[in-house]
């Protein structure tokens, strides 16, 4: 297996391409922003891309899947809770002032906590963690988490953002806290980091903060 990342768009969110090495297939995880260079990250790897995985819909994390699948028609999987977050996309960027090129299809498929998916001959497991954004979800496997913006070295993700939530954010984070400590977490936000030195230094993961309002 093999995780290439490139960090686009004015929330420096992580897009991130997971590849299986022996077939040479791939998935694209939350194309934010920067379609073109997107699609030249995936083009350099050599790799046929198979399905676009959400970890939620907020617009940092979905700014490039019109542009992806305008090249490649492949299904966007997204969890249902996070449909009304991808709905209100064009709302939110015009709210920042931002550009926003709205994909002309819905999420094809809905993703559920347990759920399989293969990428490859790889298979990851689908796990919901709210709080963040009602759908969030992480994709763990192969010794990692791509757990979008629920856990970044030394913070988390926000739960002041609408339909944010700090109790479950809380209640997220200390389920994600049983997985094994030697699992590498591939944040949303910032750089890759492991759950045992979060387990070590970031305060709400060592018992030193609680998420405010939960």
């Given amino acids: 297996m093999r995780i290439e990342g490139i960090t686009v768009g004015p929330f420096q969110e992580n897009s991130w391409l997971v590849v299986d090495e022996p077939t040479r297939r791939g998935v694209l995880i939350d194309p934010g922003d920067d379609g073109d260079a997107i699609l030249a990250m995936v083009q350099r790897a050599g790799v046929a891309i198979d399905a676009i995985w959400l970890t939620h819909a907020h617009i940092d994390h979905i700014g490039a899947v019109a542009a992806v699948t305008r090249v490649w028609d492949v299904p966007v999987h997204l969890h249902p809770a996070d449909i009304p977050v991808w709905d209100a996309a064009p709302r939110v960027a015009a709210m920042y002032g931002l550009p926003f090129d709205m994909p ?111």
Wanted: hydrophobic share 40%; with cysteine; proline share 8%.
């Fill in 104 to 214: 002309e299809r819905a999420p094809d498929r809905a993703l559920a906590d347990g759920e399989l998916l293969r990428c490859g001959a790889l298979t990851f497991e689908v796990r919901h963690f709210p709080g963040h954004a009602p759908g969030l979800v992480a994709f763990i496997g192969q010794g990692v988490a791509i757990a979008g913006d629920l856990l970044f070295r030394g913070s988390i993700g926000r739960t002041d953002l609408p339909l944010g939530d700090p109790a479950q954010m809380q209640a997220s984070l200390d389920r994600f806290a049983l997985l094994p400590p030697e699992t590498v977490v591939y944040p949303g936000h910032g750089e890759t980091t492991t759950l045992r030195d979060e387990l070590r230094a970031n305060p709400f993961l060592n018992g030193t903060a609680l998420v405010r309002g939960a």
